[in-house]
């Protein structure tokens, strides 16, 4: 059975940091393509950073510089280090790992951003 599971969502300040985690289990980890997307309340889903098995990284314009996506395939766990936190960040965070046919999501994570 494939699980993603999230964490590390809460609430934090304009400016401040929270690192997302995302362990999966049930899945050949090193193999897949690990993105991070957010939906934004009343809002479509999107794609904020993504990583590959070789550790090729993309980012979403609105979080370049900011945002840094990484992998520990040992641990089986994706992650999304966050900085500089805006109002707009705020979404439930999801975890989504993709190889081929594959497609598997977590459940997410709220990531709110205010003062």
């Known amino acids: 059975q494939v699980q993603l599971v999230e964490s590390g969502g809460g609430l934090v300040q304009p400016g401040g940091s929270l690192r997302l985690s995302c362990v999966a289990s049930?899945?050949?980890?090193?193999?897949?393509?690990m993105d991070w997307y957010r939906q934004p309340p009343g809002k479509q889903r999107e794609l904020v950073a993504g990583?590959?098995?070789?550790?090729?990284?993309n980012y979403a314009d609105s979080v370049k510089g900011r945002f840094t996506v990484s992998r520990d395939n040992a641990k089986k766990t994706v992650y999304l280090q966050m900085n500089s936190l805006k109002p707009e960040d705020t979404a439930v965070y999801y975890c989504?790992?993709?190889?081929?046919?594959?497609?598997?999501w977590g459940q997410g994570t709220q990531v709110t951003v205010s003062s």
């Open positions: 989504n790992a993709v190889l081929s046919s594959n497609d598997y």
């Open positions: 049930g899945i050949s980890f090193s193999l897949y393509r």
């Open positions: 990583i590959t098995g070789g550790r090729s990284t």
